[in-house]
């Protein structure tokens, strides 16, 4: 049975220990640990307790949306989707934690399912490619070689 009384930062502790033991880097836990940060403050922002009773689809989905519908703290531009679902996937990690802990019950988000998202058309993409580089780059990926290999240097 779940402990409504566990609050989420004392849990946070018992998850970077967790994350430490299991050779997470120290980046993801950073990462981490500032993601389940904010959501606490979304939290207490919106008057919710902040124990394991306030990890729900609802809260969870609410935060998510009101991350969607800031602006980037540094550039003032939207945030992009892929920092929201970076925000869903630490949460994500902290609920399989607690349920492996059994210190929740219920499954407030989608544990079963790979964290990734399809590529949506027209998203924003870090690295951006021709069409020509990109077969390029899966031809020398099925062929194993090396550029010099496939662009001599003239006679």
Not at 31 to 47: E, H, N, P, V
Not at 135 to 142: I, S
């Amino acid at each position: 049975m779940a402990q409504d009384f566990d609050d989420l930062e004392e849990l946070l502790e018992d998850f970077v220990g967790e994350l430490r033991q299991t050779n997470r880097s120290k980046g993801t836990i950073d990462t981490y640990s500032r993601d389940i940060q904010y959501f606490r403050k979304y939290l207490m922002a919106q008057g919710l307790p902040t124990n394991t009773a306030s990890l729900t689809k609802e809260a969870i989905g609410g935060y998510t949306e009101h991350t969607l519908n800031r602006p980037n703290q540094r550039t003032g531009k939207p945030v992009t989707l892929e920092f929201a679902h970076r925000k869903y996937r630490s949460l994500q990690q902290l609920c399989k934690y607690l349920l492996r802990e059994e210190l929740l019950d219920a499954k407030p988000v989608h544990t079963d399912e790979p964290t990734y998202r399809p590529r949506q058309a027209g998203a924003s993409t870090r690295h951006r490619c021709s069409e020509e580089a990109a077969d390029r780059l899966r031809w020398n990926r099925v062929r194993g070689s090396s550029r010099r290999r496939h662009n001599p240097a003239p006679r």
